[in-house]
Nanobody, 123 residues
Framework: QVQLVESGGGLVQAGGSLRLSCAAS????????MGWFRQAPGKERESVAAITWNGGNIYYLDPVKGRFTISRDNAKDTVYLQLNSLKPEDTAVYYC????????????????WGQGTQVTVSS
């Protein structure tokens, strides 16, 4: 079992930046691949980015490539998502998730989820 807690969300103007954090506790954090997902009102939850246990492989959803950066610090049991050049369409609840094995963009591959943090981008 691993417990995940996100933080860092908030209200920001278009073009602004935020840094989301996801702190893990429980089982060995470095054993897990981590993913960031988001869910906007009325829409399905979608993958934003994913990273392997050692950061060796990283994946991004096409609309966020070049704007968002996922990283992790296994010494701090934390994964980050840096959000730059934010757009109103980035408004959503952002979730982190953990799984044993390689990173995946599918929600059903992740058994462990945080509670989410709201990101709101005003135009």
């Amino acid at each position: 079992q691993v417990q995940l807690v996100e933080s860092g969300g908030g209200l920001v103007q278009a073009g602004g930046s935020l840094r989301l954090s996801c702190a893990a506790s429980g089982r060995t954090f470095s054993s897990y691949s981590m993913g960031w997902f988001r869910q906007a009102p009325g829409k399905e939850r979608e993958s934003v980015a994913a990273i392997t246990w050692n950061g060796g492989n990283i994946y991004y959803l096409d609309p966020v490539k070049g704007r968002f950066t996922i990283s992790r610090d296994n010494a701090k049991d934390t994964v980050y998502l840096q959000l730059n050049s934010l757009k109103p369409e980035d408004t959503a609840v952002y979730y982190c998730a953990a799984r044993v094995g390689g990173p995946s963009g599918a929600t059903y591959d992740y058994p462990y989820w945080g509670q989410g943090t709201q990101v709101t981008v005003s135009s």
